[in-house]
């Protein structure tokens, strides 16, 4: 079984609208939980911590289910420039990133 | 601040050449990791140091790659000899002391191409 399981998507979705991704891990120790967010062609760069009563900035909402081994991350009023790939991250006795879910905004 | 930079940015090379990638961490950080990301297999941890002591290696496809972190803001990934499956993005990431519960830093990486 692989340490992180994501959707890779692609998620094509129209401005405005509200889009949701899940990443389910397979390590119950797992200590700390990232949502990273990665241009075409460009490096992965952190975009929020997932904490465990769950937290907001902005239009991005990231929640933990420990019991069910899960963070999601949800992106209200999506914008155009939300277009890229979102990278789930935890962490054990290293990082484990899971594979990316692909999102595009449509004009 | 300079974030992690790495060199080159760009390789073009012929099989069974040597290929030799560069990293330097953010100051002060006390962690420093290689990745490799390809379409197929994602983003790969290949090793990670925690003051230039190579942690685990266990991603380490094979004995032509190696590393080496010879102090702490200088770190080398070599290919010898490369092979056409070693194309992929090489980054390089750093992060400061906890690493396990802090993020992590990436260079611009390194796209490389083995002809």
């Known amino acids: 079984r692989k340490e992180v399981e994501q959707d890779p998507g692609p998620f094509n979705v129209p401005e405005g609208a509200t889009v949701a991704f899940n990443c389910t891990y397979s390590?119950?120790?797992?200590?700390?939980f990232f949502w990273y967010r990665q241009d075409c062609r460009k490096e992965p760069k952190l975009l929020m911590s997932v904490y465990s009563s769950g937290n907001e900035d902005g239009r991005f909402t990231a929640q933990l289910n420990r019991a069910s081994q899960y963070i999601s991350l949800l992106i209200r009023d999506s914008k155009l420039s939300d277009s890229a790939t979102y990278l789930c991250?935890?962490?054990?006795?290293?990082?484990?990133f899971g594979t990316g879910t692909s999102l595009t905004v449509i004009p | 601040d300079a974030g992690v930079i790495q060199s080159p940015r760009h390789e073009v090379t012929e099989m069974g050449q040597e290929v030799t990638l560069r990293c330097k961490p953010i100051?002060?950080?006390?962690?420093l990791f290689w990745y490799r990301q390809t379409m197929m297999r994602g983003l790969e941890l290949l090793i990670y140091f925690n003051n230039n002591v190579p942690i685990d290696d266990s991603g380490m496809p094979e004995d032509r790659f190696s590393a080496k972190m010879p102090n702490a803001s200088f770190s080398t990934l070599k290919i010898q000899p490369s092979e056409p499956r070693d194309s992929a993005v090489y980054f390089c990431?750093?992060?400061?002391?906890?690493?396990?519960?802090?993020?992590?830093?990436f260079g611009d990486g390194t796209r490389l191409s083995i002809l």
């Open positions: 100051s002060g950080h006390d962690y």
């Open positions: 991250v935890f962490t054990g006795n290293q990082f484990y």
């Open positions: 390590n119950s120790a797992s200590q700390s």
């Open positions: 990431a750093s992060s400061p002391r906890g690493a396990t519960h802090q993020p992590q830093h």
